[in-house]
């Protein structure tokens, strides 16, 4: 079993996000025994929390549910996960600065390394934004966790250049 988690601030707008657009499309590729999905977030400010209603809104019409309640992120997450995947070079940073001393298998990737058709270098919070920032959020979390199943899947090499 593949075990991913992604991070962003506070668990409750991107990542919980990229856990139900990539639970979804793990789900349809009938790969759900084989890839698990959860979410964290760097700070614990809204710890049991579901995510944001105007991202739960936005995710549903699209045909995800986005389920999951917030957490922060945990030590025991390093030697847990086998993919870290974190929403802007904040979170990114920050993760990397938490890795343990100790021996991990945990790889911590930026979610926008997996786009193939966005040229963005992070997932924006659309939380103090209005329509359009949580319709951007899924326009990339759709595209990077699709070309992140692929790259899971072996047919695409995140290193390689986009195409557009």
């Known amino acids: 079993m593949t075990k991913l988690l992604f991070v962003c601030l506070g668990n409750i707008c991107r990542s919980p996000t990229a856990e139900g657009v990539m639970a979804a499309l793990v789900k349809r590729a009938g790969k759900s025994k084989e890839i698990h999905c959860d979410s964290a977030g760097t700070g614990g400010w809204h710890e049991g929390e579901h995510a944001d209603a ?41 993760v990397k600065s938490r890795i343990p001393q100790t021996p991990h298998h945990t790889q911590v ?56």
């Open 109 to 164: 990737r930026r979610m926008t390394d997996f786009c193939r058709e966005h040229f963005e270098q992070e997932v924006p919070d659309p939380y103090y934004g209005g329509d359009q920032g949580f319709e951007q959020v899924l326009d990339l979390l759709e595209d990077a966790c699709s070309g992140l199943l692929d790259h899971l899947e072996g047919r695409y090499d995140p290193g390689s250049p986009k195409q557009n």
């Open 54 to 94: 105007r991202m739960h809104n936005h995710a549903h019409r699209r045909g995800y549910e986005l389920t999951s309640r917030s957490r922060p992120l945990r030590a025991s997450d390093f030697a847990e996960f086998d993919l870290i995947l974190t929403m802007d070079e904040r979170n990114f940073r920050d």
